[in-house]
Nanobody, 120 residues
Framework: QVQLVESGGGLVQAGGSLRLSCAASGRTFSPYTMGWFRQAPGKEREIVAA????????YYADSVKGRFTISRDNAKKTGSLQMNSLKPEDTAVYYC?????????????WGQGTQVTVSS
C-alpha cells in the first residue's frame, strides 16, 4: 500500500517556474512507476510525465517537452516535477501517481492533487 501527497503548487506569472513534489509513504517498497497528471476545468485528465522505478525510462507529453523535468529520489521516497517556462495553458490541478506498470491508463495509487495557476 502506498500513500502519496503532492506539494509545491501555487500561483506564478507566465514564464516562471514551479517545482512540484510528491512524498510517498507506506509499507510497500516494491518498484513502481511515478507519474504526473493534470486536469483543467472542463477537460479530461492527461498524463504530463512519467519515470520508471530506476529512472531508466522517462516520458513527457509533447505539450511540456523541453520545459518540464521529472525526477525521483528512491532513498527519500519522493518524486519531483520541475516546471519551467510556464504558460497559462499549464493551469490545472496536478496529481502525483504511482503504478506497478508502465504508461498504463489507470494507475494504482493517486495523491489528492495540487493547484497550479499560471497568470498572463
Amino acid at each position: 500500500q502506498v500513500q502519496l501527497v503532492e506539494s509545491g503548487g501555487g500561483l506564478v506569472q507566465a514564464g516562471g517556474s514551479l517545482r512540484l513534489s510528491c512524498a510517498a509513504s507506506g509499507r510497500t517498497f516494491s518498484p513502481y512507476t511515478m507519474g504526473w497528471f493534470r486536469q483543467a476545468p472542463g477537460k479530461e485528465r492527461e498524463i504530463v510525465a512519467a519515470i520508471s522505478w530506476n529512472g531508466g525510462s522517462r516520458y513527457y507529453a509533447d505539450s511540456v517537452k523541453g520545459r518540464f523535468t521529472i525526477s525521483r529520489d528512491n532513498a527519500k521516497k519522493t518524486g519531483s516535477l520541475q516546471m519551467n517556462s510556464l504558460k497559462p495553458e499549464d493551469t490545472a490541478v496536478y496529481y502525483c501517481a504511482a503504478d506497478h506498470g508502465w504508461l498504463r491508463s489507470v494507475y494504482d495509487y493517486w495523491g489528492q492533487g495540487t493547484q497550479v495557476t499560471v497568470s498572463s
